[in-house]
């Protein structure tokens, strides 16, 4: 190989080139906002946007700091003839850059546990609304304590979907008698919500996006999760978890509604199970 | 002549069997890379026709069978066996001084197991049902149950793991010859503070497979039980599946996901520390320079093996594991940003002040710093549980992975095709169509990967074979549109490169012993090698593996082998 390589501009400027349009482009799109989750609709869903976009600054400073480093070397360090020069390394420079990485980073995850802390670390507010989310091939099931405030007793070899009872509900239970089963999730707006999640067969998800909430519904498992929506709205639930053939239309919605309309809804739910 | 190519087939040859390896990861990954194209056009265009499926258009149930075996292909057949399997077979043992693997016919059984498991998986695509739908993860209860949970399920979901396992025990076997060439086999002179980082990096990765495929072998082991002999592991009480209540209790399917991903992100290290060490000896080549902080390169390679065990749990921040776990997984998982944001900071630091030559294979080093910086800052997201509320399961988390891993890794196994081609076949590959195939990929994976981010965050599912249920989603079609034409002019491009593999191979300009005036002692052997790797000479190690540019040197490299006293030689 000749001692001097012909050449090395060109591939340096369009090296330099290409990470420039990388860079550009992503900073154009992210600041456009064209590609973001809905509004929160709770508190908590705040704190996690928050939490996103504290995150989505500082690593996108990383990001742009380091690809223009990397395009400015390869362009200034391209072979023009000259000795490379003999830097085996620098101790004082290797502390700075851990000490760096381990503020930069460790703190970044340290301020991201207020918000995961909030909702998962504690139960519920007393006086929650309880809603049972049961998932199966492919479908929601939300199921509502009815006027005595708890749920009937459930038994899997009771489960028959054709005689309509998709949950099992033992009708020996007198707890079960004013249960309501629906297809969608209708809860009323400013009241904190407590879901038990339950699943009769493989692992299924939840996600709301508005809500910042995304939970696996596992068989074998009551895995609660609560919320305070604070906007009347209808809103997607979609399932996150690969679940069978359906996964991609196992869908159904949340619907936050005023109060008076909450209790329209579940008269009318009552009388119709 | 069939006693010769017996020989040649079933060799213990380090060297052919590092081949081997190659050629069938390259099967793999075009296998691989074909069943991503048909899941790119069924995304891009849902109602689209196919001409060779029943018919016509593909149905859920098929797209999630080829979403299973490309992400089992891809990380088992080519991540798995390319970076490690192929370039460490064939390069370890000279790289060392050695004339052999420590254990030559332990050597050639693992990849003749790796081949029986590859074929053991195609054949799932060919039994009643298909191939499976559960994923490259398989979670229990969808994989547990057999046929009733779903097509493919039954015989192709059993071949899936028969397969694993027969990759465990291959993986397993070949993990330990690395482990004990290493420690048994370097020449005089060889320190381990000598080895090139290639080598470190193989020595990093072979520990983390002897650990991890044991657990993965384990639990594939368990799976199978629960499948076939009616044990429940992994099968709770209760289960009600299409109405029919299983037989099955007492086990747990969030243990199936520990014992996995027990293995499962040892594994994206396993894929890209082969790489990072062709990075780092790349750039340091190319660049004239030693590599920056040498021993810094050796620490944060052992911190990202150790750490790399402690991170599984950030799988499962949504799957019902303890929220405490959740957060200390997170805590563990920004740790290992540490190591990996020094190590970026060395490859800069390689080729500064450099004299930066712009071969084939520096190309795709410099592509690999900066796809790995872009893939592994998108982590910084997804460590975070809250975070993860809302990109958890989304094609942000497909982004990120396939970035890190698998590009990144894909970047660094043609840096190093490039780099030992010469090596492997007496022949120089064409530069013009390396150089082609560098800037078409380069700009090709951007293509297909960063929108893919967007998508995720715009709350695009994985895992579904379509978009057309879900009114939010419909929105984000335009991108899958995009997508797809990426992910086809992407793959087109690599035509380019098995065109100039294989031409090479037998019309490419004859290669001299040390093309790239490198410094270790794969370069002071013949091109390619001799049967014991050096011939008559007498192997020793004088010096670290990256003395370029040494102040007072007559040439700006000395190469491992020389002794102190005596001029190097440049070649041609």
Redesign the interface.
Known sequence: ?KNR?R??TL??V??AL??LA?VA??VA?FLSR?????APISDNAA??NH??LL??W??GA??VL??L??AF??FR????G?????????VA??VA??A???II??G???L??????AV??TGPPTGSIQVEVTE??FQFLFRYPGADGKFGRLD??L????MGNPL?IDPNSPEGKDDIVTGTLAVPVDRPVELLLRS????H?F?V?EL?????A????I?PLHFTPNKIGKY?I?C??????????M?SYLEVMSEADYEKFLKQQAAAQ | MIGRTHSRLFSSDHKVIGLQYCFLAMIAVVTGIVLSLLMRYHLAWPKGHLPFITGGIM???QY?ALLTMHGTIMIFFVLTTAPQNAFGTYFLPLQIGAREMAFPVLNMIGFWLTFAAFIVLLAAFFVQGGAP???WTA????SGLGDI???GEGAGQTLWIVSILIFCVASVLSSVNFIATIIEMRAPGMTLMRMPLTVWAWFITSILIMLSFSVLLAAGVLLLLDRSFGTSFFA????????Q?QSHSG????LWQHLFWFFGHPEVYIAILPGMGVTSQVLSNF????V?????MVVTLSAIGVLGFGVWGHHMF???MN??S??TF??L???I??PS??K???W??T????????TTPM?FA?GF??VF??GG??G??L????????L??TYFVVAHLHLVMGVAAIFGVFAAIYYWFPKMFGRMMSEPLG?AHF?LT??GV?CIF?PMH??G???G?R?????T????LQALQPLHLFMTIAAFFTAAVQIIFFFNFFRSMFVGKPATSN???ATTLEWATTSPPPRDNFGPAKVMVYRGAYE????GAPA?FIPQHLPPSAPPRPS?
């Open positions: 190989m390589q050449g090395s591939p340096a369009l090296f290409v990470i990388l482009f992503t799109i064209k590609f973001a989750s809905p704190a996690v939490q996103y995150t989505l500082i690593v990383v990001f380091a690809q480093s990397l070397a390869v360090f391209r072979d023009r000259q000795r490379a020069r003999f830097l085996p390394g620098s420079l290797e850059c851990t760096a990485a381990v980073f460790l970044l995850g340290a991201g546990k207020k918000a995961w802390a998962r670390y199966m091939q899997p070899a489960i028959n979907a054709a099992g009769q067969d493989v692992i998800g996600l996006r910042r909430l995304q939970q696996d596992v068989p074998g498992m895995i997607d979609v996150t978890q690969l679940c069978g053939l359906g996964h991609q239309r869908h | 149905t859920p149930e999630l739908i559960s994923g979670y229990p209860p969808l949970t779903g097509p709770p009480a209760g289960l009600v599946v299409t109405s209540l086990g747990s399917p969030l660049s004239r320079k030693p920056f902080g040498y021993p810094a949504v799957s019902g929220p405490y959740g957060f997170s805590v998982t920004m740790s940003a540490v944001a020094a970026t900071f060395n800069l630091g080729l500064w002040g450099g004299k930066i030559q712009f190309l410099l710093v900066s910086i872009t800052l998108s910084i997201f460590a975070q549980p809250a975070v993860d509320n809302i958890h399961a150089k800037w380069f700009a951007y960063l967007f998508m965050i715009a709350g599912i895992r579904y074979a379509d978009f249920d879900v009114d939010y093309p790239w005036n370029y540019s040494v102040p700006d041609s």
